[in-house]
């Protein structure tokens, strides 16, 4: 029956598209083909209508149905509070002595090596002295024909003395005029100038033998300090040239047993650090291992790289078993400040802001709220209160978001500490927004596979 209906309405389309007079002088196998393309084509039509229809009803439907917020929540809990500050720096001997040279020249032999231990006025090279030695002698021989003309100088001035006196007693005799007395009292004077010019000649003399000596005794050279070498800077045969810069070369530790860490420690950090107090650092080398030590220094000089300044702080350690080697880097952390069994709030909590109308999907998608800062934190920021005003948020019996206004202490990056008693042990703070599994934020996607910034907006669609 419903065949038959079926086909009745198929033969009304047919004579609705082709006229009643061109079906009837049809024969009936002809009649047939045309019910059989028209049955499928009708068929064709009805189901893109179906299709059609339920894709627009499953979007008018669902398309606009949002997940509701929800949101994560964390306990506050009461425990110790360390605030830190990090740093590196660098592991340095208290005292190293850099050993040079004052005369140039090739080194003859050395008497030190790496780690070798020196006390003071050992001898750790020597400067070919040869050059020094023939110098030291010219000096000496110019000294001694200094000494040679000021005895020949000596016995000119008596001979003109003796000539003097003799020209006087003739003068009142009148067997000589006083042309011949002026005369010899000039020579008189001048045996007196060139015995004075020979005596500063002798004295010049012995400065310049003074000198080569010296330059001499510079040729040995010898460690000032009781220490260990850690490093050496030259070799048998090199020519050291000491002209306008001392060359190094050997660096001595005065006592590896103390050593000291050199940190550079950001401007926004220094003002919780001083002197006394306690740091710990670890090295690479014993992974795991805590050093201890104390803040000996904190040094007053800035140092500005790339418009960042910092300071240099000096940690005193103790270095007994001398693991700890010069030059090794170390993540030094220094206790600021520490507070026992207090209440604390996680940070999160602190940076959550609710979402705004029109927000709620970019703060889901995004997993991170928005930083900003309440009424209250930027009222007390103006004043300079040394307790900042912070707000956090908590869900009501209803759902709703509740402000509260708090004042916080110090923090250790994960939780800071509460001042005030607005918040009671346990009671359990907004952090985040949750979201619902299988969402996916365009931040999440791998990099090249993120939407077009030119894109018109996305609905989201709830599950």
């Known amino acids: ?36 393309e028209s049955m499928r084509r009708a068929v064709m039509i009805i189901s893109v209508l179906v299709i059609g229809l339920t894709i627009g009803g499953y979007v008018f439907f669902n398309g606009e149905r949002k ?9 506050v809990e009461r425990g110790p509070v360390i605030s830190l500050v990090t740093a590196t720096g660098t592991i340095n001997p208290v005292v190293s002595v850099q050993v040079g040279t004052q ?31 023939a110098r030291r002698d010219q000096a000496a021989s110019n000294l001694d024909m200094s000494k040679a003309n000021v ?37 008189f004077q001048a045996a007196e100038a060139q015995l004075n010019v020979s005596g500063a000649q002798v004295k010049q003399a012995e400065a310049v033998l003074n000198a080569a000596e010296l330059d001499l005794k510079y040729t040995v050279i010898r460690s000032p300090v009781n220490g260990i070498v850690v490093a050496r800077n ?40 001083t002197e006394g107090k306690e740091a710990t650092f670890t090295v690479d080398a014993y992974p795991g291992h805590q050093f201890a030590g104390t803040i000996r220094q904190v040094r007053l000089a800035p ?12 940690v005193n350690v103790d270095n007994q078993d001398l693991r700890l080697k010069p030059g090794m880097t170390a ?84 939780v800071t500490e509460l001042l005030s008693e607005a918040l009671a042990e346990g009671t359990l703070v907004v952090v985040g927004i949750e979201r619902p599994k299988g969402e996916r934020g365009g931040s999440d996607l791998p990099p090249g596979f993120g939407s077009g910034g030119q894109r018109g907006p996305s609905r989201n669609r709830g599950m």
Request: charged share 20%.
């Open 331 to 414: 993540n030094v952390s220094i206790v600021v400040a520490q507070r026992d069994a207090v209440l604390t709030v996680p940070n999160a909590a602190l940076r959550f802001t609710p979402p705004a109308s029109g927000q709620a999907d970019a703060a889901k998608l995004g997993g991170k709220p928005a930083k900003a800062k309440g009424p209250d934190q930027a009222a007390g920021a103006s004043r300079g209160s040394l307790t900042p005003s912070r707000t956090v948020w908590k869900q009501g019996p209803a759902g709703e978001l509740e402000p509260i206004h708090v004042q916080t202490g110090i923090s250790d990056g994960l």
């Open 1 to 36: 029956m419903g065949f038959l209906q079926a086909t009745a309405a198929v033969r009304r389309l047919c004579q609705q598209v082709i006229p009643f007079n061109l079906v009837d002088t049809m024969n009936p196998t002809s009649v047939r083909e045309l019910e059989n």
């Open 234 to 273: 030259v070799e048998v045969g090199q020519t050291i040239a000491a002209s306008f810069a001392t060359p190094n070369l050997f660096l001595i530790a005065l006592d590896l047993t103390k050593m000291q860490v050199d940190t550079n420690v950001s401007e926004s950090d220094i003002g919780g650090i």
């Open 103 to 133: 005369v140039s020249g090739m080194i003859k032999s050395l008497h030190a090596d790496f780690n070798s231990v020196v006390k003071a006025g050992d001898v750790v090279a020597m400067i070919d002295p040869e050059p020094f030695k």
């Open 151 to 187: 005895a020949r100088a000596r016995t000119d001035l008596a001979q003109r003395k003796r000539e003097l006196d003799r020209v006087k007693s003739l003068v009142a005799q009148e067997f000589v005029s006083q042309n011949d007395v002026d005369i010899a009292l000039t020579n």
């Open 67 to 75: 997940a509701p917020v929800r949101y994560r929540s964390a306990a």
């Open 303 to 314: 140092i500005n790289v790339q418009n960042v300044v910092t300071y240099n702080v000096v």
